[in-house]
């Protein structure tokens, strides 16, 4: 009785699923938003950044605010085919404490940024961070967003980030908040390679 009701039941949610991909037909880059107070917004772009060379797709890596070039992913995926990895940052503001330093950063990482979005050889972008730039000022939004809605057809962009703003969020195809629920580093524990690193 149980497994006739699952299999039924099972078998609406299979009708159900496969009429919404019949109905998925447009094919073209897309803008995903990865924000929210939560970790693993980075971490999780870096696994789509796994999935585009699974396909042989060449990938584009700004990461702004964060100046680390010891981390696993950056070691791993810096010397991989296909990837352009560029570590764009100074720090976080409370390191760098002067917003004039962290505007000018923040632009010259831009200019880093744009030719990859111009780029329709780059099949993968990830703007590691973008958020807090626009968020704070650091870049113009509109012009930012313009040159992201401006791309190559085909090019998926990854943004990530907590406090995505509006703006960003209205011109995203899929937007993901990470939730904090809990976190270790409030227990005491530092920082672990593998996976904070």
């Known amino acids: 009785m149980i497994d006739s009701r699952h299999h039924a039941r099972m078998q609406r949610r299979k009708a159900v699923v496969d009429a919404g991909i019949a109905c998925a037909?447009?094919?073209r880059g897309l803008l995903l938003v990865l924000t929210g107070n939560g970790k693993g917004k980075s971490s999780s772009a870096f696994g789509m950044v796994a999935r585009?060379?699974?396909h042989g797709m060449k990938v584009g890596v700004a990461q702004f605010i964060k100046s680390r070039s010891d981390t696993g992913e950056e070691a791993f995926f810096s010397r991989q085919p296909g990837v352009e990895w560029h570590v764009l940052g100074e720090g976080f503001t409370w390191e760098t404490q002067s917003r004039e330093q962290?505007?000018?950063?923040?632009?010259?990482?831009w200019e880093v940024a744009q030719r990859m979005l111009a780029d329709p050889a780059i099949d993968l972008v990830v703007l590691d961070e973008l958020t807090y730039l626009l968020k704070d000022g650091?870049?113009?939004?509109?012009?930012v967003l313009a040159a992201i809605a401006a791309r190559p057809p085909m090019q998926h962009i990854v943004v990530t980030g907590?406090?995505?703003t509006p703006a960003l969020v209205e011109l995203a195809d899929?937007?993901?908040?990470?939730?904090?629920?809990k976190h270790a580093y409030r227990a005491g524990v530092k920082a672990q390679k593998g996976v904070d690193l």
């Open 52 to 54: 585009a060379l699974g």
């Open 174 to 181: 899929t937007v993901s908040e990470i939730a904090d629920i």
């Open 25 to 27: 037909t447009v094919e």
């Open 162 to 164: 907590r406090g995505a």
């Open 102 to 109: 962290d505007i000018a950063t923040a632009r010259r990482g």
């Open 138 to 143: 650091y870049l113009d939004q509109v012009a």
